[in-house]
């Protein structure tokens, strides 16, 4: 829940942590020529890929829509009306590796070799 600094925290540290994870994975994968032949794991790579320009874009229009939240609480007469309801700033969202996470990994494989 967006309330919950906390879990808005977690969320954050999960973010960070798979997206070293993947970032080791494609490193490991360099090591066997093999597994980069494999047509199932072009396949997982692919949707890895997708999957975390999905998470970019989607955490690029929470960072605006946040943005755009807390000026909104800031001018007239947004200011009265989150007075009145109780209505506060949101923490961004901000990451320890941001900028390891602020591109999609790269997926090269080469010329893989044949599978033994």
């Known amino acids: ?23 080791r994975l494609l490193v490991v994968t360099e090591n066997y020529p093999q597994l980069k032949a494999d ?3 072009k396949d997982l790579l692919t949707q890895l ?11 690029g229009r929470y960072v605006k829509s946040v943005q755009e939240y807390n000026v909104l609480l800031r001018q007239f007469p947004g200011v009265i009306t989150a ?20 591109t999609a990994p790269k997926v090269d494989f080469g010329n893989p070799q044949p599978a033994q």
Do not use: M
């Not at 890929?49 to 955490?59: F, K």
């Open 39 to 41: 047509g199932l794991f």
């Open 1 to 23: 829940q967006l309330d919950d600094e906390q879990a808005v925290q977690r969320f954050q540290k999960a973010q960070g942590e798979l997206s070293s994870a993947l970032s």
């Open 49 to 59: 890929e997708g999957t975390e320009n999905r998470i970019a874009v989607a955490r």
């Open 83 to 102: 007075k009145l309801f109780g209505y506060k700033p949101k923490a961004n969202f901000s990451v320890e590796n941001e900028a390891a996470i602020s």
